[in-house]
């Protein structure tokens, strides 16, 4: 069966395994051994290559059953801690699938949070807004709210709006909100890998409590600062 015949990324064309995840499926890895389990047919036809596209013309079958895709979900979860952005445990508490109700296990989370990490999560099978969050020139601002081990000063903000060397590159914050003698509000455009931790460990800092509450216009959470000792920059 040819490429043509399923479709390409530029008319619509998606991945087998992708589909069948917005199907229902619990997972891609679990619809790639569907595949080779010889389980799956399209246009009456066994398949065995997970790379094949298919587009809303073709249709799917696993184990005799028609398959479509669910209707679109978004789902804001609050994650707590101790809980792994993957599939898999991992020796953590749990992922973050265990918090859902079975019909959502489906949906694909957008930007992680560390076990260590907690606060809002974007969860859904939506492709293009996936994309649109995911992207790293999307712009999209995600807002953090942090207690550190120790009190520090307000050169420690300067220097995140400066710029600070990570080893994943060049960390800088777009915004930060001194709260009190322990605890920030920084906001990111960037989304290098633990960025916030390491931009305070690098200036010696350790963080104890991190919480996302915001990416773009949406919420998770309302924070109120404690009184009197706020200080805050913007680029």
Not at 31 to 36: M, S, Y
Not at 105 to 131: C, P, W
Request: glycine fraction near 10%; proline fraction near 3%; aromatic fraction near 6%.
């Amino acid at each position: 069966m040819s490429e043509e015949q399923h479709g390409s990324e530029e008319n619509g064309g998606i991945r087998i395994n992708k589909f069948l995840a917005s199907c229902g499926i619990d997972s891609r890895r679990v619809a790639d051994r569907l595949i080779e389990e010889g389980r799956v047919e399209v246009n009456g036809k066994v398949i065995d290559t997970p790379g094949m596209r298919v587009t809303e013309k073709d249709f799917v079958k696993v184990d005799g059953r028609h398959m479509t895709p669910m209707e679109e979900v978004v789902v804001l979860l609050n994650k707590p801690r101790g809980y792994v952005c993957s599939r898999e445990a991992q020796g953590a508490i749990g992922t973050v699938y265990d918090l859902l109700p079975p019909r959502l296990r489906h949906l694909n989370y957008v930007g992680r949070l560390d076990a260590d990490s907690e606060g809002l999560l974007i969860m859904t099978n939506k492709g293009e807004l996936t994309q649109t969050l995911s992207h790293p020139t999307g712009g999209i601002e995600k807002e953090y709210w942090v207690t550190v081990d120790q009190n520090f000063d307000n050169s420690v903000l300067m220097q995140f709006l400066r710029g600070v060397r990570i080893p994943e590159g060049n960390a800088k914050a777009k915004y930060v909100c001194r709260a009190s003698a322990r605890r920030a509000c920084v906001v990111l455009e960037q989304g290098l890998k633990r960025q916030v931790r390491q931009m305070f460990q690098c200036l010696g800092l350790r963080v104890r409590k991190l919480v996302r509450v915001r990416i773009g216009s949406l919420w998770g959470a309302i924070w109120n600062p404690e009184a009197g000792d706020s200080w805050m920059m913007r680029m």
